[in-house]
C-alpha cells in the first residue's frame, strides 16, 4: 500500500485554516470542499486516459481525457459531504456512493449502520472522509466497498494519525491512501491532535 503525503504549501496553509477553533461553519464546509478541489488532482496522477475528437472554437484535434463514468466517489457521512461536494465539481460525471459509519466513545470500534452504494464491480473508488484517526471507520469501510469487487480503491483525507495509517496498511496493503498531514498523536478518546476535532460537529452541528 502507498502512503502519500500531499506536502504542498498551500494545500497546508488552507487546511490550516480549517483547523482554527472560530471558524464559521459555513466557511469551514467552504475550506474543505475548495481543499479536496486542490487535493484530487494528486490522485489522478496516475490514472488511464483515452484520447478523444473534439472540436475547439478554431479546429477539430484529439485530446486525452479521464473515463468520467468509470469513477465512484464515496463519501463517509457526515463530515464527508463538503468533500464529496467538491469532487463532482470536478467530475460531476462520475457516481457517488454513502456509508454512515459511527464509532462508539467508549471502545472506539466502529460500526456501519447505513450503506448506499452504486455499481462499484471494475470500477475506480475513491473515499472521501477528512480525518484517518484510529483507522477504525476506514476499515469497516474498505470491507464494504470490497464485497463489491471494485478495480481499485485510493482514500483522500485531510489529517491523519500514524497509528491509523499503520493499522489500515496493515490489513488492506492493496489501498492508496492520500493525506495532506500527519498530525502528532491520538489522544485517549482517539481524537488526532493537533487535529481538527469532531469535523461532522463542527461542519453541521457547531460542536467541537
Given at each position: 500500500?502507498?502512503?502519500?503525503v500531499?506536502?504542498?504549501p498551500l494545500?497546508?496553509?488552507m ?63 457526515r ?5 464529496l461536494w ?6 460531476p460525471?462520475?457516481k ?19 450503506s ?5 464491480e ?9 480525518m484517518l484517526?484510529?483507522?477504525g ?9 470490497k ?9 483522500l ?6 497509528q ?21 498523536e491520538?489522544?485517549?478518546k ?5 487535529g ?13
Amino acid at each position: 500500500m502507498s502512503i502519500t503525503v500531499l506536502n504542498n504549501p498551500l494545500l497546508r496553509h488552507m487546511l490550516n485554516q480549517v483547523r482554527r477553533a472560530d471558524l464559521s461553519a459555513d466557511k469551514l464546509r467552504l475550506f474543505v470542499e475548495s481543499l479536496t478541489i486542490m487535493a484530487l488532482p494528486y490522485l489522478f496522477e496516475d490514472e488511464l486516459r483515452v484520447s478523444r475528437y473534439i472540436k475547439t472554437p478554431l479546429e477539430e484535434g484529439l485530446f486525452e481525457f479521464l473515463e468520467e463514468e468509470s469513477y465512484r466517489f464515496v463519501c463517509i457521512l457526515r463530515a464527508g459531504l463538503p468533500m464529496l461536494w467538491g469532487a463532482l465539481k470536478v467530475m460531476p460525471q462520475a457516481k457517488a456512493g454513502f456509508l454512515a459509519i459511527k464509532r462508539d466513545d467508549e471502545t472506539l470500534t466502529s460500526k456501519l449502520h447505513y450503506s448506499r452504494l452504486p455499481d462499484l464491480e471494475n470500477r475506480n473508488v475513491i473515499l472521501l472522509d477528512p480525518m484517518l484517526a484510529t483507522g477504525g471507520t476506514l476499515l469497516v469501510a474498505i470491507d464494504e466497498l470490497k464485497k463489491a469487487h471494485p478495480r481499485k480503491i485510493k482514500s483522500l483525507h485531510l489529517v491523519a494519525s500514524h497509528q491509523g495509517l499503520e493499522r489500515v496498511k496493515s490489513q488492506h496493503p492493496d489501498v492508496e491512501l492520500y493525506v495532506i498531514s500527519v498530525d502528532r498523536e491520538l489522544n485517549s478518546k482517539g481524537y488526532i491532535l493537533p487535529g481538527v476535532g469532531d469535523m461532522g460537529d463542527r461542519l453541521f452541528s457547531g460542536g467541537l
